[in-house]
C-alpha cells in the first residue's frame, strides 16, 4: 500500500506538472486519470517495488553524476577516433556476468553501458551481457566492473 500511495503522488505530480493547467475541470480529470492508472496497475499485479522504487531514488541520484561524467569521457574519445582516423579501434564482442539480482537492476547496467558511447549492450540471457566495444579501452571499462558495482549500490545489493 506504500509504494500505491507514493506512486500515485508520483503521477498526480508528473501531471500537474507536465499539463500546465490548473482549472477545477482539469484537476479532477487529472486526480482520477491518475487514480485510474494507480488501479489499472494493481489489478494487473504489476504494482510492486520494481514498478514504485522510491527506496532507490536517492541511491539513483548519486550515480546519475558518475554516469553523466563517464558519457562525457567517452563522447570525447569517440569524437578523438573520429576526428583523427589514425587513432586505432578495435571493435569486438564480448561477454560480462551480471551481479544485479532484479530485472530493475539488470537494465539499469544494460542501459548504462548502452548509453556510454563506444559500447552497447547487443543482447541478455540469463545473467550474461553480450557487449560490442568500440575499442579495447571501451571494452576494459566495462570488464573492470566499476558500473556493475555502482548499479549494485544503486539496487540495494551488498
Known amino acids: 500500500m506504500k509504494h500505491a500511495g507514493a506512486l500515485f ?20 480529470l487529472g486526480f482520477f486519470s491518475c487514480l485510474f492508472v494507480l488501479l489499472m496497475m494493481r489489478r494487473l499485479g504489476v504494482l510492486d517495488n520494481e514498478s514504485a522504487p522510491f527506496g532507490q531514488a536517492a541511491r539513483a541520484l548519486l550515480y546519475l ?72 579501452e571501451a571494452a576494459d571499462g566495462v570488464r573492470s566492473g566499476e558500473m556493475d558495482r555502482r548499479v549494485l549500490k544503486v539496487e540495494g545489493s551488498k
Open 65 to 136: 553524476p558518475w554516469l553523466l561524467l563517464e558519457i562525457l569521457k567517452s563522447n570525447i574519445d569517440v569524437a578523438k577516433r573520429i576526428l583523427r582516423p589514425q587513432m586505432p579501434i578495435q571493435p569486438h564482442l564480448f561477454r560480462v556476468r551480471v551481479q544485479q539480482k532484479s530485472d530493475l537492476g539488470r537494465v539499469l547496467y544494460a542501459n548504462s553501458i548502452t548509453l556510454t558511447p563506444g559500447t552497447v549492450t547487443v543482447g541478455m540471457d540469463g545473467d550474461e551481457l553480450l557487449i560490442h566495444a568500440l575499442t579495447q
Open 9 to 28: 503522488l508520483v503521477l498526480l505530480s508528473a501531471w500537474l506538472l507536465w499539463s500546465g493547467h490548473y482549472t477545477p475541470l482539469l484537476l479532477i
